[in-house]
């Protein structure tokens, strides 16, 4: 049975900082790549950035030189690094495994101005 669980968000003043993480179960973790998502309130579920099974990033426009994805397979577990964060950057976030319809349940962030 796989599970993705999601911690790490909070309330966090604009300009601040939170590091997300999401520890995975039941799936070889270190094959596969893995990205974290947002839902802000009243729009659409949107990728923000992803990782391959071998280290290889990419992050979405909006987000680029403020956030960071990482992976540390030795603990099965994906994090994302959100600095400079702003008040559009609230949402619930999930994790999820690339290519598979496996999700977390996500962990709110609240950016204040």
């Known amino acids: 049975q796989v599970q993705l669980v999601e911690s790490g968000g909070g309330l966090v003043q604009a300009g601040g900082s939170l590091r997300l993480s999401c520890a995975a179960s039941g799936i070889f973790f270190s094959n596969n790549a893995m990205g974290w998502y947002r839902q802000a309130p009243g729009k659409q579920r949107e990728l923000v950035a992803t990782?391959?099974?071998?280290?290889?990033?990419n992050h979405v426009d909006s987000v680029k030189g403020r956030f960071t994805i990482s992976r540390d397979n030795a603990k099965n577990t994906v994090y994302l690094q959100m600095n400079s964060l702003k008040p559009e950057d609230t949402a619930v976030y999930y994790c999820r495994v690339i290519g598979r319809d496996f999700w977390g349940s996500g962990t709110l962030v609240t950016v204040s101005s």
């Open positions: 990782i391959t099974s071998g280290g290889t990033t």
